[in-house]
T-cell receptor, first 110, second 113 residues
């Protein structure tokens, strides 16, 4: 089992809809969780970080964390074609290393 | 601000050749990372350096060596390249602590024939 797992995708949503991206992790002591966005041919860029159970909102993005279920998600409201990218979930393990999931490709159709 | 600089951007090797990927950061960060990215596999950690003079294996270290000679630079060496090492390689850095985001270089596209 990979330390960090994501829905394989691709995920296709219409413009204006809510996109929901999910991630599970195996290391129960993990405390820091991140969502990176990566456009084709580019480097990953951080869009959200979350450290406590519950929701964290930033503009159209909401990260949700449930440590008991070892589950973290990203919601994108009012999805735009410019949101089309691969979204990578990342978790620091107890060894202090940042481990990424395999990524979910999101396509927002006009 | 240069941030994280990787060289080269592109490289083609023959099986068995060796090469070193260079990475330097100018943000005075303590931690540096090397990842590889293959289609559908996300980013996989090759090696990690928590601070100058220390290195640690990641998820896929076989076939690679690293060197952290100073705080700025973290190099990745392929001693005998194999076609399975064809990938996009990213270097990244972060400040101390596990709440810190990573800053990525622009990547190296490596093809091993």
């Amino acid at each position: 089992q990979k330390e960090v797992e994501q829905n394989s995708g691709p995920l296709s949503v219409p413009e204006g809809a809510i996109a929901s991206l999910n991630c599970t992790y195996s290391d129960r002591v993990s405390q820091s969780f991140f969502w990176y966005r990566q456009y084709s041919g580019k480097s990953p860029e951080l869009i959200m970080s979350i450290y406590s159970n519950g929701d964290k909102e930033d503009g159209r993005f909401t990260a949700q964390l449930n440590k008991a279920s070892q589950y973290v998600s990203l919601l994108i409201r009012d999805s735009q074609p410019s949101d089309s990218a691969t979204y990578l979930c990342a978790v620091y393990n107890q060894g202090g290393k940042l481990i990424f999931g395999q990524g979910t490709e999101l396509s927002v159709k006009p | 601000n240069a941030g994280v600089t990787q060289t080269p951007k592109f490289q083609v090797l023959k099986t068995g050749q060796s090469m070193t990927l260079q990475c330097a950061q100018d943000m005075n960060h303590n931690s540096m990372y090397w990842y590889r990215q293959d289609p559908g596999m996300g980013l996989r950690l090759i090696y990690y350096s928590a601070s100058e003079g220390t290195t640690d294996k990641g998820e896929v270290p076989n076939g690679y060596n690293v060197s952290r000679l100073n705080k700025r630079e973290f190099s990745l060496r392929l001693e005998s390249a194999a076609p399975s090492q064809t990938s996009v390689y990213f270097c990244a850095s972060s400040d101390r602590g596990t709440n810190e985001k990573l800053f990525f270089g622009s990547g190296t596209q490596l093809s091993v024939l």
